[in-house]
């Protein structure tokens, strides 16, 4: 296993424990320095507000550890390839390495033109793909039935 | 005075304390049925959060208020155009209206393709343009002096 699916695994353990609180299942994790700082998952429906993606819990957890506004020296691990809004935040958090696992071909960032990512951050993408796609997948199917 | 330029004033408020705490200085209201539900200000460097902006506490609060995770009978009032994670927040919210004082070129949503707000939030720009982008020139001329 690779350190990128290492970290991934994490990630997607937090995404399976937001399927199971009912929300969609996305979970991210940040690490720095090869210590994981934050953990988190979509909280939208506990949290009754469209603004608690994985991503943006995991920023402010990441920060407040660090004592700082940014990320510079971190890697982001997200199941899922993050929105508009997340990726807008990364970019003000300065993101050192974002890794992401399933493409989000109707809300994802990459969409966007003139990139919204900060221009420093590196960006690694397909990681358990297969996994991550189908964790989203099955929590929809599971809903419709 | 127009209905817009009275809740812009309110957000231009909130915009002054902002600035007399030391914060770059935008605010935003949120007005609901002739109502205020949310008044916030840029809290990133008291917050040491990157994701802190004034319209992300202004949803949060007014979602709060509510009960209910949209803002879509909600005009949305913020002395600067928003930037990319904004936007992208007010898009997941299905915000009703937004109303903006200053234009930002550079960080402003506006500047991406495919747009990025809701298709249904109506949008109305340059209210009190002078007043919104004066607080955050002078704010900035201060820091420099």
């Keep these: 296993m690779t350190t990128h699916e290492y970290y991934m695994h994490k990630a997607l353990q937090e995404a399976r ?3 199971e609180e009912g929300e969609i299942p996305v979970g991210a994790v940040v690490v720095c320095k090869g210590k994981i700082i934050a953990r988190a998952h979509n ?3 506990k949290l009754n507000d469209v603004t608690a993606h994985a991503e943006m819990l995991a920023i402010t957890m990441a920060t407040s ?6 990320l510079n020296e ?3 691990y997200v199941t899922m390839e993050p929105c508009t809004m997340c990726a807008g935040a990364l970019s003000w958090a300065q993101l050192g390495e ?3 696992g399933a493409p989000d071909p109707h809300r994802g960032y990459s969409r966007l033109t003139p ?3 900060h221009p420093k951050t590196r960006i690694t993408s397909g990681i358990l793909t297969g996994e991550c796609s189908e964790i989203v ?8 039935s």
Excluded at 65 to 70: N, R, S, T, W
Excluded at 137 to 144: D, G, I, L, N, P
Aim: hydrophobic share 40%; charged share 25%.
């Design 17 to 19: 424990q937001a399927a």
């Design 115 to 117: 990139p919204v990512l």
């Design 137 to 144: 997948k099955q929590f929809f199917k599971a809903k419709r």
């Design 74 to 76: 971190c890697t982001l």
């Design 98 to 100: 974002l890794v992401t």
């Design 43 to 45: 909280e939208t429906e």
């Design 65 to 70: 550890y660090l004592g700082g506004k940014y």
